[in-house]
């Protein structure tokens, strides 16, 4: 194999949350043709995580098979490889297998791999995986995100939500006879935009992503109906930021949580530079799987862009990192 062209051959491999099938077949007859036991974990309908192992698994590197939306495919110049999910994480997916490929080179026989389905969304794959028999072996699960090849000894936490409204529809040239859902959600958004959101030192600020506002029918319509869906990077504890959000809302909204959990700090090793990064990972729903680290090529501000790349120098290093990283935790 070569690394570059794996990784594109992973990214040109559509994968949007939902999807994942097809890049998980080819993973898992990849893994078993190396040699690993290589095998599926159903989640739901036909989408399964791919754990493999070589040994008893003291160490399990893992990323996310799933990309968000739009499809995207690869593209390379002398430097950087492009396309949807060459750096969150098709790109670390690659590295993590070379990286594998060199311990084992070197007589390691006590090492998993686990890429999982759904990190985008709700980390349903983390969640299954969480429950696998094999995770109590495992006594560090190093964990891959793009974090500039830095590792990262915290994450915030997160909280995803939906806002609904409800009104009364009629034609839009008698609004008196109608009561707007569109017009109560924008009110209630506005106080949401106004909250004082907690700061921790470590940590740092809470912040609020309005990410999607879909309502009503037609112009000419009064709307009796409106959502929005919200993303919130937490620093303190879930249960003040709910409180927040409860206080902004008063009532006036009906509120669905869809997955929330607190910050984490993770398992610091000497030796590399370190960071405390503002994204969430699947680490929360991988508690069993021991101690977490998170270590990755590739810089967040490129993730989730129509121009996301990772450069072929960071990938190399990558491999180099988790070789050295997954040493000094078994050594």
């Known amino acids: 194999m070569d690394l570059f062209t794996l990784t594109r051959q992973l990214v040109d491999i559509e994968s949007i949350t ?20 290589a095998k599926k974990i159903p989640v739901e309908g036909d989408r399964f995580n791919v754990f493999a192992h070589w040994g008893d698994p003291v160490v399990t590197l893992s990323t996310h098979m799933d990309t968000v939306p739009p499809f995207i495919p690869s593209h390379e110049d002398a430097e950087h490889i492009y396309g ?10 690659a590295a993590q297998i070379f990286a594998a490929e060199r311990l084992r080179a070197a007589g390691l026989k006590e090492l998993g791999l686990l890429f999982t389905v759904d990190e985008e969304m709700a980390s349903a794959g983390a969640q299954k995986a969480n429950k696998h028999a094999r995770a109590a072996e495992c006594r560090f699960l190093i ?11 915290g994450t915030k936490g997160s909280i995803r939500l939906t806002i609904t409204t409800g009104g009364r529809s009629s034609h839009s040239a008698y609004p008196e006879a109608g009561d707007s859902a569109v017009e ?11 909250c004082v959101w907690p700061v921790d030192s470590f ?3 809470t912040t ?3 990410g999607v506002v879909a309502g009503g029918t037609r112009a000419n319509v009064i709307p009796d109906r409106a959502q929005a869906e919200l993303a919130i990077r937490v620093t303190t504890d879930v249960e003040q930021v709910k409180n927040a959000v409860a206080d902004a809302v008063a009532g006036r909204a009906r ?7 607190n910050p984490v700090r993770l398992f610091e090793v000497s030796g590399f530079e370190q960071a405390v990064v503002r994204f969430t990972t699947d680490i929360p729903y991988l508690s069993n799987w021991g101690k977490p680290l998170l270590l990755g090529p590739g810089s967040i501000l490129d993730a989730h862009t129509e121009h996301e ?16 990283l997954t040493g000094q935790l078994l050594g």
């Open 184 to 194: 109560k959600l924008l009110d209630v958004l506005q106080s949401i935009r106004e």
């Open 203 to 205: 940590f740092g600020e």
């Open 84 to 93: 949807r999910g060459a750096c969150d994480a098709k790109g670390l997916i």
């Open 208 to 210: 609020c992503n309005i």
């Open 143 to 153: 964990n891959g995100e793009p974090t500039d090849n830095r590792l990262a000894v």
């Open 255 to 261: 509120v669905e949580y869809w997955s929330a959990h």
């Open 18 to 37: 939902g999807n994942e099938a097809a890049v998980g077949e080819f993973l898992q007859r990849q893994l078993s043709d190396l040699g690993y036991t």
């Open 309 to 324: 790349r990772i450069s072929k120098r960071e990938l190399e290093e990558a491999v180099e990192l988790y070789v050295k």
